[in-house]
């Protein structure tokens, strides 16, 4: 960034989290507006992104965590329409029975929640081995 | 008889409410305090308070309708309920919890601070969906307390709202959070206890009998939705709760964005207990009270099921007990409902002040019990996943595409805002006069989601390429903010 004044911000602090505004932070009477300078987008010729590390393992960071939860929740949408499309397209299955009650309905109404549960489990693991990953090359 | 114990379970749930707040009110001193219990909620307490909110009458009520009224396709819409959590987990809980956003108007102006505009819209359809989430609490508040109690159906939402009133105002954020986790226990309790006393009468009369063979008979015999509905709703369910303002308020009472993570997962384990009853119950319903569904008003199976199951005493406590969790899910999404409105309201037009927010609670809650007084009920969950629909066309895309897309610009976000709320808004309202007819076209409007949502993202998506200029210039260190771990969680 070439501009000092779009770098400019009311809080001293320097690190990313810090530097933007939230609305109670800290507990000030009065929200401080942080805007960046009302010709901004008039001046910006898009400018050439900035090639700094810290950047490039934010992006890397950002890909990632997209990857993994597009994948899982790519696989949960195909699960759930290929059961509604199966029960469609193929009753049979209705007339498997446990307990009386036919398949679908064990299915739909039990079936689903452990994996469910089991999916969050999985991504919470996987998006914190992501941070720590970020963490130890940001820092190292 | 039967009225004198619901009344004093209604009583009981009220009063507890209450005092709930109350005590709260002694620990919430300042403006932070009040807004959102100074982030120093711990998980187990915020997942309960999250699983309190989010179990609507929709979910108390409307699921066990639902399941009697359309069978197997009804079963979809807890799963909906429920993977609609896991998407938010996957996609928005860490990062807006990062963002320190308090509310969604909030999120834009972070993430665009020039555009007003998105700020004003975003405030505006965060109103609407407010309001179209809290009417049918108040209908399904009507319905019980008549149900119950044979009182008028407009005493129930003037309950709901007197005690919503003086929860939120007395305690702000921290009380509620107090009185939505004691709820969430509430409202488990309120069904499991019923569910085992039915399931003990009705397990021994249909194993020992031919019964049995008719049960698989009986739950194919009720008509399901069309695929395309269904599939309608799956999208609507699983996008739309990434949108709900209520529940993105809680997020920031998380301390850090990995422990808004560890909240996440530990609801998506208490709705899935949850939802395991509803279920149970619908099943027996439609064992028992088959009728309901063709007259349409199914969604008083859960009240009715253990006057038609036992007799008695147990019958009338068991009903009771049934009526004051229904009012706990009532009371506790409306009073969610209410502080994110109010909050929204009260930093748009009074500065975000405590007076501001003290107004604005009576603001929000006035209206809809108006609505709700004049207007009569739609079957419960199927007014909450067309208001789901609503906010998976409009909010959902902003929130997604703003948090993982960095080319998105103010007015791309405000045209797929604009497209979404109309198209969705639009085919929903002309949906709800047209009768239920098998034809294509009446499907696409009486369920958009499926091609409104889509429609919503490629609009923002094409309009934001065509304005690229207009990225903001802090787009990175935006976006560094919502991704990059929070330094404390670390340890």
Redesign the interface.
């Known amino acids: 960034?070439q501009?000092p004044e779009?770098e400019h911000h009311s809080q001293p602090d320097s690190?990313?989290?810090n530097?933007?505004?939230?609305?109670?932070?800290q507990?000030r009477p009065?929200?401080v507006r942080?805007?960046?300078p009302q010709d901004?987008?008039l001046s910006?010729?898009?400018?050439p992104?900035?090639h700094t590390a810290e950047?490039f393992y934010?992006r890397q960071?950002?890909r990632s965590?997209?990857r993994l939860?597009c994948a899982?929740?790519a696989g949960?949408?195909a699960l759930?329409?290929g059961i509604?499309?199966l029960?469609?397209f193929w009753p049979v299955v209705?007339d498997i029975?446990l307990f009386?009650?036919?398949l679908?309905?064990w299915v739909?109404?039990?079936g689903?929640?452990?994996l469910?549960?089991v999916?969050?489990?999985l991504?919470?693991k996987a998006?914190?081995r992501n941070?720590r990953r970020?963490?130890s090359i940001s820092r190292g | 008889m039967a009225s004198l114990f619901s009344v004093a379970a209604l009583i009981v749930v009220c009063v507890t409410t209450m005092l709930i707040a109350f005590y709260g009110l002694r620990i919430s001193r300042?403006?932070?305090d009040f807004?959102?219990a100074s982030r120093t909620v711990r998980p187990w307490w915020n997942a309960s308070a999250i699983g309190g909110e989010y179990l609507s009458a929709a979910s108390f009520l409307g699921v066990a309708g639902l399941i009697v009224l359309s069978g197997?396709s009804g079963?979809?819409f807890p799963?909906g309920y429920?993977?609609g959590?896991?998407?938010l987990?996957?996609?928005v809980a860490?990062p807006l919890r990062?963002s320190?956003?308090?509310t969604i108007p909030?999120f834009a102006?972070?993430r665009f601070?020039?555009s007003a505009l998105l700020r004003k819209l975003t405030t505006y359809l965060v109103v609407v969906i407010c309001w179209l989430y809290i009417v049918p609490q108040m209908h399904g508040a009507a319905l019980t307390l008549s149900i119950a109690t044979g009182l008028p159906g407009w005493v129930g939402p003037i309950v709901v709202a007197v005690v919503v009133c003086v929860t939120v105002l007395s305690g702000g954020m921290r009380s509620v959070t107090f009185v939505q986790a004691f709820q969430y226990w509430f409202k488990l309790a309120a069904l499991v206890i019923p569910t085992l006393f039915l399931l003990a009468r009705a397990i021994p009369e249909?194993a020992a009998s031919e019964r049995?063979?008719s049960?698989?008979t009986q739950?194919?015999s009720v008509t399901t939705m069309n695929?395309y509905e269904?599939?309608s709703i799956?999208l609507a369910l699983?996008f739309g709760t990434l949108g709900l303002p209520h529940v993105l308020v809680r997020f920031?009472t998380n301390p850090t964005g990995?422990s808004a993570?560890?909240t996440?997962?530990i609801v998506?384990?208490l709705l899935?207990a949850f939802?395991?009853l509803p279920?149970t119950l619908g099943?027996l319903g439609i064992l028992y009270t088959p009728e309901l569904g063709a007259a349409n008003e199914s969604d008083a199976t859960i009240l009715l099921l253990p006057g038609r199951l036992l007799n008695g005493v147990v019958a009338d406590a068991l009903t009771a007990i049934v009526v004051g969790g229904a009012f706990a899910a009532f009371l506790s999404t409306t009073s969610g409902l209410v502080v994110s409105l109010a909050g929204a309201i009260s930093q748009e037009f009074f500065?975000?002040t405590v007076r501001g927010f003290r107004i604005s609670t009576i603001l929000a809650t006035a209206l809809p019990v108006l609505i709700a007084v004049l207007t009569s009920s739609l079957a419960l969950a199927g007014a909450i996943g067309n208001v789901f629909a609503f906010t998976a066309s409009t909010i959902c895309p902003l929130l997604l595409l703003g948090i993982?897309w960095r080319s998105l610009t103010a007015k791309g976000a405000i045209a797929g805002l604009l497209t979404g709320a109309i198209t969705c808004g639009l085919s929903l309202s002309v949906g709800i006069f047209l009768p239920t007819i098998d034809l294509w076209w009446v499907h696409l409007l009486r369920q958009p989601a499926a091609w409104s949502v889509p429609l919503a993202f490629v609009v923002m998506i094409v309009v934001s390429r065509g304005t690229?200029?207009?990225?903001?210039?802090?787009t990175?260190?935006?976006?560094?903010?919502l991704?990059?771990?929070?330094?404390s969680?670390?340890s």
């Not at chain 2, 990175?476 to 903010?481: E, H, N, S």
């Not at chain 2, 991704?483 to 330094?487: A, F, L």
């Open positions: 960034m501009n779009a690190s990313p989290v530097n933007l505004p939230g609305r109670f932070a507990q009065q929200r942080v805007q960046a901004a987008s910006v010729t898009r400018q992104p900035e950047e934010v960071l950002i965590q997209l939860a899982v929740a949960l949408l759930l329409v509604c499309s029960l469609v209705s029975e009386h009650i036919p679908p309905w739909l109404g039990v689903m929640y452990p469910i549960i999916a969050g489990m991504y919470t998006a914190a941070e970020y963490r | 300042t403006t932070s807004y959102v197997e079963l979809w799963i429920t993977a959590y896991l998407m987990l996957l996609f860490a990062r320190r956003a308090y909030d102006q972070i601070e020039d249909h049995a063979q049960l698989s739950l194919e695929m269904t599939i799956i699983l920031y990995s993570r560890t996440t997962v998506l384990c899935s939802y395991l279920t099943v500065n975000g993982w690229r200029r207009a990225v903001p210039q802090n990175d260190r935006v976006m560094a903010l991704h990059v771990p929070d330094p969680s670390n």
